[in-house]
Protein backbone atom coordinates (compact mmCIF):
# COMPACT_ATOMS: atom_id res chain seq x y z
CA UNK A 1 0.00 0.00 0.00
CA UNK A 2 3.18 2.50 0.71
CA UNK A 3 4.53 1.71 -3.00
CA UNK A 4 1.24 2.71 -4.49
CA UNK A 5 0.67 5.83 -2.72
CA UNK A 6 4.78 6.72 -3.21
CA UNK A 7 3.96 6.11 -7.00
CA UNK A 8 0.79 8.45 -7.25
CA UNK A 9 2.44 10.96 -5.51
CA UNK A 10 5.31 10.61 -7.73
CA UNK A 11 3.39 10.67 -10.40
CA UNK A 12 1.40 13.51 -9.00
CA UNK A 13 4.76 15.40 -8.80
CA UNK A 14 6.28 14.90 -12.44
CA UNK A 15 2.88 15.97 -13.83
CA UNK A 16 2.22 19.25 -11.74
CA UNK A 17 6.26 20.02 -12.77
CA UNK A 18 6.04 19.08 -16.45
CA UNK A 19 2.17 21.42 -16.31
CA UNK A 20 4.71 23.83 -14.67
CA UNK A 21 7.65 23.83 -17.34
CA UNK A 22 5.09 24.00 -20.28
CA UNK A 23 2.86 26.80 -18.88
CA UNK A 24 6.20 29.17 -18.63
CA UNK A 25 6.05 31.88 -21.33
CA UNK A 26 8.46 30.51 -24.42
CA UNK A 27 9.59 33.02 -27.12
CA UNK A 28 11.73 31.66 -30.28
CA UNK A 29 13.20 33.77 -33.17
CA UNK A 30 16.07 35.46 -34.96
CA UNK A 31 18.70 38.52 -33.39
CA UNK A 32 20.02 40.47 -36.47
CA UNK A 33 23.22 43.06 -35.89
CA UNK A 34 26.30 44.38 -37.72
CA UNK A 35 28.31 41.93 -35.83
CA UNK A 36 26.14 38.62 -36.89
CA UNK A 37 23.23 36.97 -36.96
CA UNK A 38 21.66 34.31 -35.24
CA UNK A 39 18.93 32.32 -33.65
CA UNK A 40 17.93 33.04 -29.99
CA UNK A 41 15.42 31.20 -27.19
CA UNK A 42 14.05 32.82 -24.59
CA UNK A 43 12.44 31.09 -21.12
CA UNK A 44 10.56 32.85 -18.19
CA UNK A 45 11.89 31.35 -15.22
CA UNK A 46 10.12 33.20 -12.69
CA UNK A 47 8.07 36.52 -12.90
CA UNK A 48 11.22 38.85 -12.93
CA UNK A 49 13.44 36.65 -14.50
CA UNK A 50 14.26 35.20 -17.88
CA UNK A 51 16.98 32.77 -19.49
CA UNK A 52 18.00 32.88 -23.15
CA UNK A 53 20.23 30.67 -25.16
CA UNK A 54 21.80 32.12 -28.72
CA UNK A 55 23.45 30.75 -31.52
CA UNK A 56 24.92 32.29 -34.25
CA UNK A 57 27.32 33.18 -36.67
CA UNK A 58 30.12 35.87 -36.32
CA UNK A 59 30.62 38.25 -39.03
CA UNK A 60 34.06 40.08 -38.12
CA UNK A 61 35.48 40.83 -41.53
CA UNK A 62 32.85 38.92 -43.91
CA UNK A 63 31.06 42.12 -44.62
CA UNK A 64 33.95 44.19 -45.93
CA UNK A 65 35.85 41.46 -47.16
CA UNK A 66 38.95 40.50 -45.58
CA UNK A 67 37.72 36.37 -45.26
CA UNK A 68 35.05 34.51 -46.58
CA UNK A 69 34.38 32.46 -43.50
CA UNK A 70 32.25 33.30 -40.43
CA UNK A 71 32.75 32.55 -37.20
CA UNK A 72 30.47 30.65 -35.09
CA UNK A 73 29.07 31.49 -31.71
CA UNK A 74 27.02 29.84 -28.79
CA UNK A 75 25.82 31.80 -25.57
CA UNK A 76 23.39 31.45 -22.21
CA UNK A 77 22.29 34.41 -19.92
CA UNK A 78 20.55 34.83 -16.98
CA UNK A 79 18.23 37.62 -17.02
CA UNK A 80 16.71 39.83 -14.29
CA UNK A 81 14.13 42.10 -15.22
CA UNK A 82 14.50 45.49 -13.27
CA UNK A 83 11.73 47.90 -14.43
CA UNK A 84 8.41 47.06 -16.44
CA UNK A 85 5.44 49.28 -17.11
CA UNK A 86 1.79 47.64 -19.28
CA UNK A 87 0.83 49.80 -21.74
CA UNK A 88 -2.71 48.89 -23.39
CA UNK A 89 -0.80 47.30 -26.81
CA UNK A 90 1.96 45.18 -24.73
CA UNK A 91 4.41 45.75 -21.99
CA UNK A 92 7.73 47.66 -22.11
CA UNK A 93 10.76 46.36 -19.59
CA UNK A 94 14.48 46.72 -19.23
CA UNK A 95 16.98 43.85 -18.26
CA UNK A 96 20.30 42.89 -17.57
CA UNK A 97 21.85 39.42 -17.78
CA UNK A 98 25.16 37.46 -16.80
CA UNK A 99 26.05 34.14 -18.49
CA UNK A 100 28.69 32.09 -20.64
CA UNK A 101 30.15 32.32 -24.33
CA UNK A 102 31.88 30.37 -26.06
CA UNK A 103 33.07 29.65 -29.97
CA UNK A 104 35.01 29.96 -32.84
CA UNK A 105 35.86 33.43 -33.43
CA UNK A 106 37.72 36.02 -35.50
CA UNK A 107 39.33 39.05 -34.59
CA UNK A 108 39.36 42.41 -36.41
CA UNK A 109 43.36 41.89 -36.16
CA UNK A 110 42.97 38.60 -38.30
CA UNK A 111 43.24 36.22 -35.04
CA UNK A 112 41.11 33.38 -35.31
CA UNK A 113 40.31 30.79 -32.56
CA UNK A 114 38.05 29.32 -30.27
CA UNK A 115 36.98 31.62 -27.50
CA UNK A 116 35.17 31.65 -24.33
CA UNK A 117 34.28 33.96 -21.34
CA UNK A 118 32.01 35.96 -19.69
CA UNK A 119 28.97 37.98 -20.93
CA UNK A 120 27.30 40.37 -19.73
CA UNK A 121 23.80 41.90 -21.32
CA UNK A 122 21.75 44.80 -20.86
CA UNK A 123 18.65 45.79 -23.41
CA UNK A 124 14.81 46.43 -23.36
CA UNK A 125 12.59 44.55 -24.75
CA UNK A 126 9.13 44.63 -25.94
CA UNK A 127 5.82 42.04 -25.35
CA UNK A 128 2.71 42.79 -27.76
CA UNK A 129 -0.86 41.81 -26.25
CA UNK A 130 -2.69 41.39 -29.17
CA UNK A 131 0.26 39.48 -31.70
CA UNK A 132 2.34 36.99 -30.13
CA UNK A 133 5.48 38.72 -30.87
CA UNK A 134 8.71 40.09 -28.78
CA UNK A 135 10.82 42.74 -30.03
CA UNK A 136 14.16 43.20 -28.30
CA UNK A 137 17.20 45.54 -28.14
CA UNK A 138 20.13 44.82 -26.65
CA UNK A 139 24.05 44.93 -25.95
CA UNK A 140 26.15 41.86 -24.88
CA UNK A 141 29.38 42.77 -24.27
CA UNK A 142 31.96 39.65 -23.95
CA UNK A 143 35.33 39.47 -21.60
CA UNK A 144 37.10 36.46 -22.45
CA UNK A 145 40.51 34.79 -24.12
CA UNK A 146 40.93 33.25 -27.44
CA UNK A 147 43.29 31.20 -28.03
CA UNK A 148 45.57 31.77 -31.16
CA UNK A 149 46.69 29.18 -33.20
CA UNK A 150 49.35 31.24 -35.68
CA UNK A 151 51.63 28.32 -37.32
CA UNK A 152 53.10 25.95 -34.87
CA UNK A 153 52.52 27.03 -31.56
CA UNK A 154 49.72 28.24 -29.79
CA UNK A 155 48.99 31.23 -27.38
CA UNK A 156 46.41 32.58 -25.19
CA UNK A 157 45.22 36.16 -25.51
CA UNK A 158 42.70 38.44 -24.61
CA UNK A 159 39.39 38.24 -26.99
CA UNK A 160 39.45 42.35 -27.60
CA UNK A 161 36.59 42.25 -30.44
CA UNK A 162 34.04 41.10 -27.54
CA UNK A 163 34.38 44.43 -25.70
CA UNK A 164 35.19 46.45 -28.94
CA UNK A 165 32.27 45.45 -30.88
CA UNK A 166 29.99 45.61 -27.62
CA UNK A 167 28.13 48.70 -28.63
CA UNK A 168 26.95 47.04 -31.65
CA UNK A 169 22.93 46.56 -30.93
CA UNK A 170 21.08 43.33 -31.42
CA UNK A 171 17.65 43.67 -32.59
CA UNK A 172 16.17 40.61 -31.67
CA UNK A 173 12.49 39.36 -33.15
CA UNK A 174 10.89 36.43 -31.71
CA UNK A 175 7.52 34.53 -31.38
CA UNK A 176 5.59 33.69 -28.18
CA UNK A 177 4.33 30.46 -27.78
Known sequence: MKR???TILLLMSVSAISFLALSQPRSIG???SPGGLG???QHQAADST???INAGIDLCGVLDGRTLYPGAKASFSYNFIFWSHDFRSGSLSSYAGIGLAAGYLRQTDGTTGPAAGLL???GIEYVFTETPVVLSLDFSPLLGM???SAGSSSSLRMYLDGLSKAYYPRLGIRYCF
Request: proline share 0%.
Open 30 to 32: GTF
Open 50 to 52: FFE
Open 120 to 122: GKI
Open 146 to 148: QID
Open 39 to 41: ISY
Open 4 to 6: LYA
